[in-house]
């Protein structure tokens, strides 16, 4: 069973810069699509952008376009979520997902893993 594993969050300051790994032992990531999401304290998971398999095609949300894009890196077997600009809005929980890159959606997303914060304060 494929088990995504989140990690790199951590206490930002306004502005500040993270990158979140998102990673799986003992699968190969690079034939599966993986997507980002998040979710704040009292609002509903939301996605944030995706990776297609192996090909390397992404898609970002307009909601972050500009300041968050995605990555893979097959030989460390990762996927990653860079932030940059980042505000107190950028405040949540995020999670990596397998989702269909044509359905970059949580609706269409599987095996999630457990999240990792992301605080953004000064």
């Known amino acids: 069973q494929l088990q995504l594993v989140e990690s790199g969050g951590g206490l930002v300051q306004p502005g500040g810069s993270l990158r979140l790994s998102c990673s799986a032992s003992?699968?190969?990531?690079?034939?599966?699509?993986i997507g980002w999401f998040r979710q704040a304290p009292g609002k509903e998971r939301e996605g944030v952008a995706c990776?297609?398999?192996?090909?390397?095609?992404?898609y970002v949300y307009e909601s972050v376009k500009g300041r968050f894009s995605i990555s893979r890196d097959i030989n460390a077997n990762t996927i990653y979520l860079h932030m940059s600009s980042l505000n107190s809005d950028d405040t949540a929980r995020y999670y990596c997902?397998?989702?269909?890159?044509?359905?970059?959606?949580?609706?269409?997303?599987?095996?999630w893993g457990q999240g990792t914060q992301v605080t953004v304060s000064s």
């Open positions: 997902a397998t989702v269909p890159f044509n359905n970059c959606n949580v609706d269409y997303a599987h095996n």
């Open positions: 990776i297609s398999a192996r090909g390397g095609g992404t």
């Open positions: 003992e699968v190969p990531l690079d034939v599966w699509e």
